[in-house]
């Protein structure tokens, strides 16, 4: 794994915090400020993990772009710190900061103290958004149709990503950017119309049976399809199908998925994000599976903590667990249960690896995706320089950041001009749509790819496509297959 080099280590002496909190804890609070809730919630431990080491601060996105203290990993906990012991109040700075923090956990992966920044920074944008400090009318509505309207309802989710497409399909959208009508939209839009990402004809369940079964089942597992990645990225769903039904996986696709709640937790809001888990864990048979799969780095991350999220729901806390230790990232579970190989006499083909955040800092799978690469005959895999800093997508960072987010695309795609290679593979939705904006704005004639649909089309080259796809009359009750 290529990772940034370590230069220009700071002081590893012990920073005062009213040192590091500069600009934020000493300046005198404007407006509305609130007191912690959600760190006091957090074991203390967690809240006390940090030694001031400093090592971190080089893997810092934010800390590299400032070399502010306060946009470091270690600032950043010094302040939730500060208001865990209830020595600063949450002030609208502190939101502020905690906004321009990526949530990418390379400081985790840095760590040699094994801070659980993951959880510090959600407990920290909960307590962000309980003290209403960063709160103003469109703030809100946006937030509450966004958060609570449509990322808690599939249906209009999926009714909105019809409309996207008939725009799309019908040549408005491109109309609409050659008459550069897009001028008069407003600022914030504007800016986020590049990143529209193309919405497909059908999505998963048009795509995927209920239940698929390969000729010899090994495994059981159920497959998650995604919100957005149900929209967008539904293509991959069924590569992932196919990859699995090859590797002797009979897939159970439930018809009724929910979003994993990974947007909700990331931006603050706990209580939706449970509800999100507990929706999720309800529409799977944990006994009846031997792993439950996905594809997408992002909600993989979070969707193996919902044992945190739900350890104090009496009615949860048991299958949550059992959920945890069911979740399967699906590089991880091919090389646990082995990838068959494609046989050789494919085209030969340059690729390279960016890894999301969330996949080797969120989850520490690193080689799994590269075995998966190396397993595709034909496939020269070129390590990417700084393959494991951010791309800037962070969830919807290049929404609500737009000039930190576009300057680090713009030094990803730097890294992938480096290699010559014309692909470049991704393991995350988010990430591939950030990659393909960047890729298409500036012409670059690179394609971006998930890892498993390359996998998916070298076995299709071999012809093995139809019969991997037989629709299993097996209802949910049914017994497992042999070998279960
Ligand atoms: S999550 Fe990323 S951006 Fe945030 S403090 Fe850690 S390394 Fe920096
Ligand atoms: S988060 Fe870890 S690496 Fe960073 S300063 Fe604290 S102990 Fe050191």
Not at 267 to 272: H, L, S, V, Y
Request: glycine share 8%; net charge positive; with cysteine.
């Amino acid at each position: 794994m290529s990772r940034p080099p370590i230069t220009n280590l700071p002081r590893l002496t012990h920073p005062d915090p009213r040192e590091i909190i500069d600009g934020i804890g000493r300046a005198a609070p404007q407006g509305k400020t609130g007191k912690a809730v959600y760190l006091k919630e957090l074991d203390y431990s967690v809240i006390q993990q940090c030694m001031h080491c400093g090592m971190c601060l080089p893997t810092c996105p934010t800390y590299d772009a400032t070399k502010l203290e306060r946009n470091s990993p270690r600032g950043r906990i010094a302040l939730m710190r500060q208001i865990a012991d209830d020595k600063m109040e949450v002030t609208e700075a502190f939101g502020r900061e905690m906004y321009f923090c990526l949530g990418c956990l390379a400081c985790e992966t840095a760590c040699p103290a094994g801070v659980e920044y993951g959880k510090l920074f959600e407990y920290a944008r909960a307590e962000v958004e309980h003290s209403g400090v960063l709160d103003n009318p469109k703030r809100s509505l946006i937030r509450n149709v966004m958060l609570r309207g449509l990322f808690t309802n599939p249906h209009l989710l999926r009714a909105l990503g019809r409309l996207i497409w008939v725009y799309q399909a019908t040549g408005l959208q491109q109309l609409v950017r050659d008459l550069k009508l897009t001028r008069l939209l407003p600022k914030k839009i504007r800016e986020m119309e590049p990143l529209t990402p193309t919405v497909k004809a059908q999505f998963s369940d048009q795509l995927i049976a209920r239940v698929e079964s390969p000729e010899k089942p090994r495994y059981r597992v159920g497959l998650l399809t995604g919100c957005v990645q149900d929209l967008i990225y539904s293509d991959v769903n069924r590569d992932t199908a196919d990859v699995l039904l090859a590797n002797g996986c009979e897939v159970v696709t439930p018809r009724s998925q929910y979003c994993c709640g990974s947007l909700h937790a990331h931006n603050g809001e706990i209580e939706t994000a449970r509800e999100m888990a507990r929706r999720s864990i309800d529409s799977f048979d944990l006994d009846g599976l031997d792993a439950i799969i996905t594809n997408a780095a992002g909600c993989g991350s979070h969707l193996k903590t919902y044992g945190h999220l739900l350890h104090n729901d009496p009615r949860y806390a048991a299958r949550a667990a059992q959920w945890d230790a069911k979740l399967k990232d699906i590089h991880e579970w091919l090389a646990q249960i082995g990838i068959t190989p494609p046989r050789p006499g494919v085209e030969a083909m340059k690729v390279t690896y960016h890894e999301a955040c969330h996949l080797c800092h969120g989850q520490k799978i690193t080689q799994p995706p590269r075995e998966v690469l190396k397993a595709i005959p034909g496939l020269d895999l070129v390590e990417l320089p700084e393959s494991t800093w951010c791309c800037g997508s962070a969830g919807i960072y290049n929404i609500t950041q737009p000039e930190m987010s576009k300057e680090l695309l713009k030094r990803k795609l730097e890294q992938v001009d480096k290699t010559n290679a014309p692909i470049v593979a991704t393991a995350n939705p988010g990430c591939l749509v950030q990659i393909v904006s960047g890729l298409r704005e500036s012409g670059r004639e690179i394609e971006a790819v998930h890892p498993v649909s390359l996998l998916a089309k070298s076995y299709r080259e071999q012809g093995r496509e139809v019969p991997l796809r037989k629709p299993s009359a097996r209802s949910k009750s049914d017994p497992a297959p042999a070998g279960h």
